[in-house]
DNA sequence: CCTGATTGCGCAATTG
DNA sequence: GCAATTGCGCAATCAG
């Protein structure tokens, strides 16, 4: 819950080029290698012709890469900010939809017991029908009956 | 989409190259550096307790230092392991309550129906009665209307 | 006090 | 070429 951390270091001007070596893949990432500044001797050797551009570690005193990496940064804040919310977003969704499952099992409840009730109706309709009528043709012994699920 | 990158050795027995070397005290960290005042220029021999190991930034070639930052980075993969797998269980619980939603708002609907054609026998039963007998005795007209919702 | 779990952050490699 | 993602390590902090 700090931002203390962060080896930004200042792009300072000393006269040390950083040296990258691949360690990044071998676990070991930011800790610069101090090199004797490079074979021109200034922090910034590098003509405005661009040797091998991709070969180069890219020194770490550039202005360039400084950019590239405070743009870099600031797109992954924002990534992350927007993955953090998308997070929340679902596990509100999720509670949202709970929400409307109970209000439709509830709703379900309901209307099963209407139907009941009703069905109920007809059978007392029936048996009353039965009782004061002889049981004569047209005899319905109630047969509308359809179970979902 | 997203993998096809890291060569990360083993987890396990990796071979953490070792380009950490004591070169590393640029002043790229914010950490207060080396200990001004080491035990050797007639400093105290350690007490009974080291000396405040906070503040100190900690050797980073202690095998201390080296030991306690693996473990937390095991933990750390541990724990983005986890945490991505909850978000992805979340988002599948959300496709699960959707499904359920559906199959509920189907129920209701057949429910409905149901409950609509009983209604609808009703009526008729109803209009039977009123035309073929008169208007006497129990004689309901029509008053089991309950609209939900 | 130590240790594992979390979290914010920066770096670098990928991806789109 | 650049922004967005993603995997990863570091350090601070939390939690047990």
């Known amino acids: ?86 997070a929340q977003d679902t596990l509100q969704r999720v509670n949202q939809l709970k929400e409307e499952n109970e209000r439709l099992e509830a709703k379900i409840k309901l209307l099963t017991k209407e139907l009941s009730v009703l069905k109920d109706l007809f059978l007392e309709h029936a048996h009353n029908l039965a009782d004061n009528v002889q049981p004569s043709s047209t005899e319905n012994t109630t047969s509308s009956d359809n179970a979902g699920q």
Chains 1, 2 share one sequence.
């Open 1 to 86: 819950m700090s931002k203390v951390s962060q080896q930004n270091s200042t792009p300072g001007v000393n006269g040390i080029s950083v040296i990258h070596t691949q360690a990044h893949a071998s676990g070991l990432q930011q800790v610069p290698q101090l090199v004797p500044a490079g074979p021109g001797g200034g922090g910034k050797a590098l003509p405005p012709s661009k040797q091998s551009k991709k070969s180069l570690p890219m020194d770490r005193n550039s202005d360039e890469y400084r950019q590239r990496r405070e743009r870099n940064n600031m797109a992954v804040k924002k990534s992350r900010l927007k993955s953090k919310q998308k």
